[in-house]
T-cell receptor
Framework: ETGVTQTPRHLVMGMTNKKSLKCEQH?????MYWYKQSAKKPLELMFV???????ENNSVPSRFSPECPNSSHLFLHLHTLQPEDSALYLC????????????FGNGTRLTVT | SQQGEEDPQALSIQEGENATMNCSYK?????LQWYRQNSGRGLVHLIL?????REKHSGRLRVTLDTSKKSSSLLITASRAADTASYFC????????????FGQGTELSVKP
């Protein structure tokens, strides 16, 4: 196990649905991240939280809404998504600071119909 | 913005052979990291090399960094079928606000 747990593993939703992705880390890390991985494209950083405070929003559309209630939990709330939002959404955590490698969860495979 | 670019995009070798993957980047960096991703899974951190280091080893992995050429290589020696995965380089730099920027990855297939 990676120490970072994501649920659900798979999600199919219509464009008018509202759903949430959940991430929990058991590593005592201070920083948490959402990445989007689409086929044939590099990982795209979406959001960064340090000590529960959002420090990065990488020009992500407002139909994606992150929430970080504490340093161990991270959510990504989804509403009125588009088919091109279908991708693997990866959560990661790190100690924060320089030279801190990322620890990833196994992702949520999202399909928007 | 994409920083690291891996080469080749895909590599197929026989078990026991060595696999070499290359990564080039554009701006100065604090460190460069290599990650591995098995199909349908998350990325796993393999090794981190700092900008003032030239070579690092971890088990069957050897990473080199040439900051003058802005390039790095990952060598996997005596490959195994279980090494089949995608391998990504990622760069961290103050120019990028400390963010980790990933390349598109190399798909390695090791045939038994």
């Amino acid at each position: 196990e990676t120490g970072v747990t994501q649920t659900p593993r798979h999600l199919v939703m219509g464009m008018t649905n509202k759903k949430s992705l959940k991430c929990e880390q058991h590593l005592g890390h201070n920083a948490m991240y959402w990445y989007k991985q689409s086929a044939k494209k590099p990982l795209e950083l979406m959001f960064v939280y340090n000590f529960k405070e959002q420090t990065e929003n990488n020009s992500v559309p407002s139909r994606f809404s992150p929430e970080c209630p504490n340093s161990s939990h991270l959510f990504l709330h989804l509403h009125t998504l588009q088919p091109e939002d279908s991708a693997l959404y990866l959560c990661a955590s790190s100690q924060g600071g320089d030279d801190s490698p990322l620890h990833f969860g196994n992702g949520t495979r999202l399909t928007v119909t | 913005s994409q920083q690291g670019e891996e080469d080749p995009q895909a590599l197929s070798i026989q078990e026991g052979e060595n696999a070499t993957m290359n990564c080039s980047y554009k701006t100065s960096i604090n460190n460069l990291q290599w990650y591995r991703q098995n199909s349908g899974r998350g990325l796993v951190h393999l090794i981190l090399i700092r900008s003032n280091e030239r070579e690092k080893h971890s088990g069957r992995l050897r990473v080199t960094l040439d900051t003058s050429k802005k390039s790095s290589s990952l060598l996997i020696t005596a490959s195994r079928a279980a090494d089949t995965a995608s391998y990504f380089c990622a760069t961290e730099s103050y120019n990028q606000g400390g963010k980790l920027i990933f390349g598109q990855g190399t798909e390695l297939s090791v045939k038994p």
